[in-house]
């Protein structure tokens, strides 16, 4: 895990209150994206009252007061719009959820320097990311914007919504409302570390590959939305002698990405080890290696 951190206290973020998963970037992208007159950055602050209060959450009285506000905007500007604010991130309130921080975090660090030491040389790889949190509980969308649906198909077989589901990324419609739906703003995923690693000097292979994000459902994306904006309120209002709300935001936090069923528990392995499988030999077969995309450099 990226974020030991957020494991231990229960939180969605990190050490810094970074969100990991919009942290993979370069030194440009930082700059240009920290801008508060960017397009998404006022987008994001539109929806501030509602994703950041400025006081202690109060259980109950908060958990009714959220989802009104939902429901309304929801209604009045869309589901997928109101996610997309919230997915796409932002880099400019270091309070505010999915906040993308203003440079690279050391866990990622030590990851690349890890990588880096370790697995330099292959001309070809694949990234497979693990998330839970949205889509159909127990069901698992796998999303990438690197590899032609023919590929994806002959890797992973085809879908269905008892089994698991493609979802497209880049998609910018508001007609879907799958896990995939709304993430087409968003930057800095673990994608990223395909051209940043391609782009290091002590880096000879990373030429070919491709990122894909493997996210299994678990709770309705509202009650997700609703655990993380009580948990940063809690977080950054609640002194740390409000022991007892603290250690309910964290238990309502990982609650609404770890379903405790043995039904949810049995999916997760059994996709996570089957994914796993196919993308290992979909590498290992000879002359894949021309179906997938040459690695652009990114600036590190």
Known sequence: AANPFGFHRG?????????????????????????????????????????????????????????????????TVGFVNVKRVLVTGQYHNPRGVYYGGTELEPSHEQLFSFLAAHCAAPESVAVVDVHTGLGPSGVDTLMTMELEEDTLYSIFGTPSPSSFLFGAMSDTSGGSDGAA????????????YLPLMHARPDVSGWTRGFEVTQEFGTIPGVLVAKALIAENSVWHHAPEVHGRLRTWAAQASR??????????????????????????????????????????????
């Open 11 to 75: 939180r969605r973020w990190n050490e810094h209150s970074v969100d990991l998963n919009r942290n993979v970037l370069s030194p440009a992208q930082f700059a240009a994206f920290s801008d508060p007159a960017r397009e998404e950055a006022v987008d994001y602050e539109r929806f501030t009252s509602f994703l950041n209060p400025t006081r202690p959450w109060l259980p109950l009285l908060d958990d009714v007061r959220v989802l009104v506000n939902a429901a309304y905007l929801i209604l």
């Open 181 to 192: 739906a709304g993430y087409d703003k968003s930057f800095g995923h673990t994608s990223a």
């Open 255 to 300: 609650a609404a990405f770890y379903v405790e069923t043995p039904q949810w528990e049995e999916s997760v392995v059994q996709r996570g080890v089957t994914v796993f499988g196919q993308v290992s030999r979909f590498l290992a077969q000879e002359g894949n290696e021309g179906k997938l995309k040459a690695i652009a450099s990114e600036e590190v």
